[in-house]
């Protein structure tokens, strides 16, 4: 009787840590659409000024739907290492209580198809190392972005400095005009670094679930 208590408690655990993340995840996509709106919202405040300070506002715009497409490329993922932890998880079970029937000589026909069954239903060696591969891949452009994003921080050290350097490159603002578009554009670098800041921390998410749907693969 004990144990049944206390397998529930892991059981209602597990549902709670799950019920967690999956909110969790749905405000971090949340986050990610307001990011990109106010990028928009900004861009359309200042549509007569020059390309070279549009495209500040527009990068902020690129980043921000980049962070969008990684929080649901991360529920994707996570969805799937679900699905592979779900299966593992049945088949140590149906292993487990095949392993018992040997020991107690009961093993039947019945079991041992529906062990079969499991199995075949596993993806194929060639259809591992197919999904291994492009995993590998997926995991070296990671990397090549995070070095990316990486640099685009480091752009950002000073943000004063690159406020005065796109605000002196117009020089017809009036007093009033400069000081409007400097407040845009400090606004438009913490708001950059937080959209950054955010990717770095989604690519890592998805780094770490494709390594481990790569170790589940490989256990099951």
């Known amino acids: 009787m004990s144990l ?11 549902k709670m840590f799950k019920n967690w993340q999956v909110e969790v995840q749905k405000r971090r996509q949340e986050e990610a659409v307001q990011a990109r709106e106010v990028a928009q919202d900004a861009i359309s405040e200042v549509p007569l000024l020059p390309k070279i300070v549009q495209d500040q506002f ?8 980049e962070l969008e497409k990684v929080t649901r490329e991360e529920t994707v993922l996570a ?16 292993f487990e209580t095949a392993k018992k029937r ?30 291994s591969e492009a995993r590998q891949i997926k995991m070296s452009e990671i990397s090549e972005r995070q070095i990316e994003l990486e640099r685009l921080l480091r752009e950002l050290s000073d943000p004063k400095a690159l406020a005065d350097g796109v605000i002196d490159s117009v020089s017809f603002l009036s007093h009033v005009d400069r000081t409007s578009l400097d407040s845009k554009i400090q606004e438009l670098v913490t708001n950059r670094l937080d959209i950054i800041r955010k990717l770095q921390s989604g690519y890592d998410r998805i780094f770490k679930l494709i390594q481990d749907i790569e170790f589940t693969e490989q256990q099951l």
């Not at 049944?4 to 597990?14: F, L, P």
């Open 79 to 94: 969805g799937k290492y679900g699905g592979y932890q779900s299966r593992l998880k049945a088949l140590e079970e149906e």
């Open 102 to 131: 040997v020991e107690s000589a009961v093993l039947t026909a019945a079991i041992g198809l529906a062990l079969r069954k499991q199995r075949l239903n596993l993806p194929s060696a060639d259809q591992y190392f197919a999904e």
């Open 4 to 14: 049944d208590v206390a397998q529930k408690k892991v059981e209602s655990r597990e």
């Open 58 to 65: 527009d990068i902020n715009i690129q980043l921000s739907t």
